[in-house]
């Protein structure tokens, strides 16, 4: 426990801190209490140091010597401030901008097997906001719960994070920590005795990140499919040369907005989206005193407020546009890129998207099916036939475990294109 001991980790902390304190305060210059908020912001630093430093799960000494080394001129660096000042308007870590400034301080994966910085870095970002959820005097600066969006490996570490900063915070006067081989340790100043007080799990814990990968996979091809706009048929130029003409859906989408039949769906000021799609204005309501317009009612945002919604429209009204939209846009959300917004949508919603065009699961399907059977049918589809097309076999696995227990948005596309022949037929 030598080399990370408390000393060191406070050290680290307030190496760090100076640059992100000083932007921050100036940045809310309002909102921020002086020292009281500096010492509350040092505070979610320090846990994310100790968060992630406690990822290197090194035994030997000379590992962690020279690991010691390397984070020292890491926290020390003024890019890893700018980068983790993100955290304050929580906007995600850039894992490849961070790796570069580590390995510019000596680290090499192939000689420090024990440490995997993609999960380092993750431990650092849920550490932080945990801690800070708990700093009252934060709260008008980094309203954590408000939300950011998290991929399966976030939400388990959340989860690790939320019991360390339990147990750091549980820490009496005159105790100390320090980290070794993964170990986070209580040392008392005063007796001299020590307890483990967090330990990284073993096999049924935290599931290493390569666990996750077919998410990010996943997500990258669904983008792959559903960005891309295809305008051969329109455009003479695109399709002598594609590669210099990229259209993208997210590019040139516009707002849909509902109706039924010829009535706009419009929303005033007291209504709910769902509340205005499920109960909508009748004309003669204006002749009673509501004189009101309202705003109308995106399709966008009517599939936010909405647990099931079924549009529409006449071929060509771009009902597969906004699916792939929404696709797309949910796809960045969950990868933590930019230019991710959804209009009427929380900031922090992120369902996992799963795009099934209805003509190919119409003729993916068997010609009879036994009765009590339907239920598996997108399964069976997503198996056999939708995963396996895209390369993404090693998906089900992750993808139904995440439909069933957080559940995410199924988008159904193109019924009026799948023929009477391919209609579901159950068996006698």
Not at 22 to 41: H, I, M, N, P, T
Not at 176 to 184: E, L, S, T
Not at 301 to 320: C, D, E, M, N, Q
Not at 330 to 337: D, E, I, M, N
Request: aromatic share 8%.
């Amino acid at each position: 426990m030598d080399a990370f001991t408390a000393d060191f980790l406070s050290n680290l902390a307030a190496e760090l801190s100076a640059p992100i304190i000083a932007k921050v305060a100036q940045r809310f210059q309002a909102k921020w209490q002086g020292d009281e908020s500096s010492q509350a912001l040092q505070r979610c630093l320090h846990a994310g140091v100790v968060g992630m430093v406690s990822k290197a799960n090194l035994d030997a000494p000379d590992y962690e010597a020279l690991l010691s080394d390397i984070f020292t001129e890491f926290f020390g660096s003024t890019a890893v401030a700018k980068e983790l000042t993100r955290l304050v308007y929580l906007q995600p870590l850039s894992v490849h901008e961070l790796e570069e400034v580590f390995v510019d301080a000596g680290y090499d994966p192939e000689t420090l097997p024990g440490l995997d910085f993609p999960a380092a870095v993750a431990a650092f970002e849920a550490a932080f906001l945990e801690w800070a959820a708990t700093e009252k005097v934060l709260q008008p600066i980094i309203q954590v719960h408000q939300g950011w969006a998290q991929t399966a490996l976030q939400r388990e570490m959340v989860a690790l994070m939320r019991q360390m900063v339990a147990a750091l915070q549980s820490l009496q006067p005159g105790q100390a920590i320090g980290i070794h081989a993964g170990q986070i340790v209580a040392h008392s100043v005063v007796s001299g005795t020590q307890n483990n007080i967090f330990q990284w799990p073993g096999g049924s814990g935290l599931l290493p990140p390569s666990a996750y990968a077919w998410e990010k996979h996943y997500l990258r091809t669904l983008l792959g499919y559903c960005d891309p706009l295809d305008v051969a048929a329109v455009d003479e130029f695109y399709a002598v040369d594609r590669e210099s003409a990229v259209v993208r859906v997210t590019d040139v989408f516009t707002s849909l907005y509902l109706a039924h039949g010829q009535q706009p769906i419009r929303r005033i000021s007291r209504q709910s989206v769902a509340d205005a799609i499920l109960r909508p204005r009748q004309p003669d309501q204006a002749m009673r005193g509501e004189k009101e317009e309202g705003e109308p009612v995106t399709a966008v945002a009517a599939i936010a407020a909405l647990p099931r919604l079924v549009i529409l429209g006449y071929p060509g009204g771009g009902k597969s546009t906004l699916v792939n939209y929404l696709a797309a846009q949910l796809a960045r959300r969950r990868l933590g890129q930019e230019n991710s917004d959804l209009p009427g949508w929380p900031t922090e919603a992120a369902p996992l998207p799963v795009r099934i065009i209805l003509r190919h699961f119409a003729a993916a399907l068997p010609a009879h099916i036994p009765p009590g059977k339907k239920g598996g049918l997108v399964w069976q589809y997503l198996e056999q036939t939708l995963l396996p097309q895209w390369g993404c076999q090693e998906a089900l696995v992750g993808l139904k475990h995440l439909l069933t227990e957080e559940g995410g948005l199924i988008l159904f596309d193109g019924l009026d294109e799948v023929h009477e022949s391919a209609r579901i037929t159950a068996a006698p």
